[in-house]
């Protein structure tokens, strides 16, 4: 994917969101670190843009969590509200298992919804997202690669060997 594939996936993905919530109240965005940050970011600018308001959107460090090291800067208020929790790959499934913790140890959310960029399949835990900027169907060995400006000079999705 260049950037305007993602540009358009991150579009379609904010119109989901605003259409199967009926609106964007009572949302959140939360980021997954690293990657899964800049990418919430987008998608809350976006909504932000279509609706004319500011989302709230925050960030979890999952590593932190499974080291059972509380990160406490966690300060967005998940209680009783929708939380799109974003990251940008979605492979097996054990990184959002690990969100998915550290989000109920944090508070009581009404609803959890999960927006990638990218589902490749292989889960190994019933675990799928709610919006997919783009399926790629992968071998176990391939590696997907996701390039944010933010780190990597350049937006685009890349897949490796």
Known sequence: MDEKAIQRAITRISHEIIEKNKGIDDIC???IKSKGIPLAKMIA???G???DVDLPCGFID???YRDDVKDEGFDLDVHDKTV???DDVLFTGRTIRAALDYIIDNGRPKLIQLAVLI???HRELPIRADYVGKNVPTSRLEKVQVNFKEFDQENSVIICE
Do not use: C, F, M, N
Request: no cysteine.
């Open 84 to 86: 799109v929790l974003v």
């Open 62 to 64: 999952i590593t932190a």
């Open 49 to 51: 843009q279509i609706e």
């Open 45 to 47: 600018e976006k909504i």
């Open 29 to 31: 965005i939360v980021g």
């Open 119 to 121: 589902d490749r399949g």
